[in-house]
């Protein structure tokens, strides 16, 4: 499976949320690895999914030890002010990113799919089967295995998805876009990025057909955003550890938008 690389998912994803800078993503990508290889060394066992709030104190211990008392500073210079904003930049690696393209193991059922193109009870379905040649039809229609069908609709399919925009009210009338589809059909895309959202649609489109991508991270059922609401004040996180001991009990003086109440 061919996925967008790293800094074409980032270049998409500042086009759609600008809020934070790119050294954000690349250091929230390497805090996470960071935290998931000491949790794996302390328990003695093999690298395993955190929770939001592992993550979170893996960020806190990460940016210490890597940036010490110019941690808060750098932090806030990408566009980070609270624990909220490590979640949100969590999530848009969730939803960006991912396969460009098809590969074998990503259809269901291609028999059952072949068969649904060339019956095309639906306007999306009808406009795929046209851009079948007629040796691809006949090849997925007369293939007796899977492993026969399934390359077929791989090679067919990358090509459409290639070619053109694949999007029209039309043709996806009555088909349930998700929220990273909407996003980025706003946005004039060409190349892997175009590949990716046609992708998307698809998969929308045919959830029981296609097995769906995921983006540069993924996530459990359980994971959501909340996870990082009630994280750490910033203060008390990334400055408060590197004051003298008189002023440790002090009441935090942070100029106004540098504290964890940061909006």
């Known amino acids: ?3 967008v690389s790293f800094e074409e998912a980032i270049d998409l994803i500042i086009a759609k949320d600008p809020r934070y800078q790119r050294e954000a993503y690349h250091f929230v990508r390497e805090a996470l690895d960071r935290t998931q290889q000491t949790i794996a060394k302390r328990t003695l066992q093999d690298i395993r999914h955190v929770s939001g709030h592992e993550l979170l104190d893996g960020i806190r211990d990460f940016a210490v030890g890597e940036f010490g008392p110019m941690a808060m500073m750098l932090l806030n210079e990408w566009g980070i002010h609270t624990s909220r904003d ?15 393209s098809f590969a074998v193991g990503d259809f269901v059922d291609p028999q059952t799919f072949a068969a649904k ?16 040649s007629e040796a691809s039809r006949l090849a997925v229609l007369t293939a007796l295995e899977r492993d026969a ?13 290639r070619s ?6 039309k043709r996806f009338a009555g088909v349930s876009l998700s929220t990273q589809t909407k ?23 045919f959830p029981r057909d296609i097995v769906k991508s995921t983006g540069l991270l993924a996530k459990t059922e359980t994971d959501s955003r909340a996870d990082f609401d009630d994280g750490y004040d910033f203060y008390d996180a990334f400055r408060k550890p590197f004051l003298p001991p008189s002023k440790q009990d002090a ?11 940061a909006g």
């Open 183 to 205: 996003a980025l059909l706003g946005m004039n895309l060409r190349g892997n990025h175009l590949a990716r959202l046609n992708r998307l649609l698809l998969e929308d489109a």
């Open 117 to 132: 193109l060339q019956q095309h009870p639906d306007p999306l379905s009808q406009f795929l089967w046209t851009r079948f």
């Open 149 to 161: 069908v399934e390359p077929v609709l791989v090679e067919t399919l990358n090509g459409i998805i």
């Open 86 to 100: 490590f979640g949100e930049i969590v999530f848009n690696m969730i939803e960006n990113g991912g396969a460009h």
């Open 251 to 261: 009441p935090a003086t942070a100029p106004a938008g540098l504290s964890g109440e």
């Open 1 to 3: 499976m061919h996925e």
């Open 164 to 169: 053109e925009p694949l999007y029209c009210e």
